[in-house]
């Protein structure tokens, strides 16, 4: 999926929104327990609710691997599920990987090839090496933690290095200089608009993947306000526990597709 046909999907369902599929049977209406697959089951119903309301899915492999071989079949069926019934829907697989060179090609192997999500998310931390072997695959992307949306964030990220730049800083300025910009995103959290404002200003084309809108207090409105760039619009917003969670009834589905619908609505500053 290269940058157009994002744009094109944005600006025809008229939303920036990822929906997080971070599904917990803890959280999940009982009734589905019952089912064959109750993961699948319930982002199925979710995927079909919302798919008119958002541009991506995000389901994070954390909520897929608490859960063993079931929960890859789980992981693997929703991506297929998406990519044969809503295609212009981006599948982001939110791994956050990261490891030597010889190891981190297996990991894009396993992510971008085997499983076929169109990104995966990459911790930087170990370098250059760790980074490169996810990128130069056609229409799939390298979605690079910039500045998360945690309060750990201070305690590495933050931290202001000798030339005056905060490490964030000076790790997304080393990332942008070894992955081209049509096939790498930033995650900025969405809990500290004025940080992404500043980020955006250093990077006008590159698209951020923005989580942390909802239950962790962001506001899409201010996301738009701080991140949005006019014609490449340069923003997913993700929002999971806000959407999927909207309800634990009988109408979990209509209840997600509401909020998802809610949050277009918020977010559309950016079409104005
Ligand atoms: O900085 C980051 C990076 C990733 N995440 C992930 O996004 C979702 C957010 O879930 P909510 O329920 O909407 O809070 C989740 O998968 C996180 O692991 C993030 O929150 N912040």
Redesign the pocket.
Known sequence: MNRNEIVAHIEETKSLLCV?L?TDLDKIPTHLLSNEDPIFAFNKAIIDATAAHCVAY?P?T?FYEAYGLEGWKSFEKTVSYIKENYPKHMVIA?A?RGDIGNTAARYAKAFLDTLNCDAI?VAPYMGKDSVQPFSGRKGKWVIV?GL???PG?DDIQKLELSNGLAVSQSVMDSVASWIPNDELMF?V?ATRPDELAKIRSRYPETFFLV??????GGSAAEVVEAGCVKGIYGLLI?????VIYASSGDDFAEAAGRAAEKLKMEMAGAFA
Do not use: F, H, M, Y
């Open positions: 997080g971070d995000k994070n954390a939110d956050k998310t933690l998360t949306s945690n964030a995650v959290g989580p942390g809108v909802g239950a962790q993700n929002a999971s526990r806000g």
